[in-house]
């Protein structure tokens, strides 16, 4: 059973565009939500996490958006750049269970396009 | 600092043949992880320890075994390897204070079983 759902698969932008990746969780559990982005050969990085108590979290030009009644929150990177073209990773934990687990979703491949 | 360090980088093996896949993080942290990827697949836990002294199974256990060696080192051991253990394996380490769960990956090994 998949617990974090992540949409697109792959993602084409242009630069300048904005990029938004989607995904949704199920288990209500769930208190920390990072993103990570992978370049290819390497491993994936953290790059921007958020807790249910905030409904967005901006850094430099990336946004997550948090929708605890949905279920839902989405990744958001503005003025797209040709280095931004990466595979994105969703993820969510719950913290009380104690092992600091992470479920990632099935990642975005993300393409901009100069 | 290195941060997370894992060999080899690549790997072939014929089927039925074992061999550990060694992960060391110089960043004394408590939690380590062993993750495989597979295209559209994600990352998927396979085993993790949550402090020196612990393991636990994660989603994909069958086919493996860990040792946490000590606080620094964690092995993942692969007895009669299969093709459907043919996947990217990677590592990685977490502190456990301040509630960080920041999940710090190192590059992968790419391994392939024929």
């Known amino acids: 059973q998949q617990q974090v759902k992540q949409s697109p698969q792959s993602l084409i932008v242009q630069k300048g565009g904005i990029s938004i990746i989607n995904c949704a969780y199920e288990?209500?559990?769930?208190?920390?939500f990072p993103w990570y982005q992978q370049f290819p050969g390497k491993g994936p990085a953290l790059l921007i996490a958020?807790?249910?108590?905030?409904s967005e979290k901006k850094e430099g030009r990336f946004t997550i958006s948090f929708n605890k009644s949905a279920k839902q929150f989405s990744l958001h990177i503005m003025d797209s750049q040709p280095g931004d073209s990466a595979t994105y990773f969703c993820?969510?934990?719950?913290?009380?269970?104690?092992?600091?687990?992470?479920?990632f979703g099935k990642g975005t491949k993300l393409s901009v396009i100069p | 600092n290195a941060g997370v360090t894992q060999t080899p980088k690549f790997q072939v093996l014929k089927t039925g043949q074992s061999m550990t896949l060694q992960c060391a993080q110089d960043?004394?942290?408590?939690?380590m992880y062993w993750y495989r990827q597979d295209p559209g697949m994600g990352l998927r836990l396979i085993y993790y320890?949550?402090?020196?002294?612990?393991?636990d199974k994660g989603e994909v256990p069958n086919g493996y075994n860990v040792s946490r060696l000590n606080k620094r080192e964690f092995s993942l051991r692969l007895e009669s390897a299969a093709p459907s253990q043919t996947s990217v394996y990677f590592c990685?380490?977490?502190?456990?204070?301040?509630?960080?769960?920041?999940?710090?990956f190192g590059p992968g090994t790419r391994l392939t079983v024929t």
């Open positions: 990685a380490s977490s502190a456990r204070q301040k509630a960080l769960y920041e999940q710090y």
């Open positions: 288990n209500t559990a769930f208190d920390y």
């Open positions: 958020i807790r249910p108590d905030v």
């Open positions: 993820a969510a934990s719950n913290s009380g269970a104690g092992s600091y687990q992470l479920t």
């Open positions: 960043m004394n942290h408590n939690s």
């Open positions: 320890s949550a402090s020196e002294g612990t393991t």
